[in-house]
Nanobody
Framework: QVQLVESGGGSVQAGGSLRLSCAAS??????MGWFRQAPGKEREGVAA????????YYADSVKGRFTISRDNAKNTVYLQMNSLEPEDTAMYFC????????????????WGQGTQVTVSS
């Protein structure tokens, strides 16, 4: 069983930065990802990191602005979000699982409770 606990959400003005953290217990997964869901919209993949080789993947909408990283010693994944835009406003979820397609939320078995990110213009 893997438990995921997110932190770091909040409110920021456009152009600002936030860093999300996801602390995981357990190691039965090969990938950790961040997803987001805005009101009235489907959940979408934001970024993911594979634990074996550390390969990282990003949605086109966040490339160049967001960075996913992992601290193996702390078993924690981070999402550094820079140049935030109002369109980034959403509930952000951390997920983990044995995943082939990082952007497919159905492949993730474990989910955190979510943390709200609000970006004002």
């Amino acid at each position: 069983q893997v438990q995921l606990v997110e932190s770091g959400g909040g409110s920021v003005q456009a152009g600002g930065s936030l860093r999300l953290s996801c602390a995981a217990s357990g190691y039965t997964y090969n990938c950790m990802g961040w997803f987001r869901q805005a009101p009235g919209k489907e959940r979408e993949g934001v970024a993911a990191i594979y634990t074996g080789g550390g390969g990282t993947y990003y949605a086109d909408s966040v490339k160049g602005r967001f960075t996913i990283s992992r601290d193996n010693a702390k078993n924690t994944v981070y999402l550094q979000m820079n140049s935030l835009e109002p369109e980034d406003t959403a509930m952000y979820f951390c997920a983990a699982g044995w995943v082939g397609n990082w952007a497919s939320d159905r492949q993730y078995k474990y989910w955190g409770q979510g943390t709200q990110v609000t970006v004002s213009s």
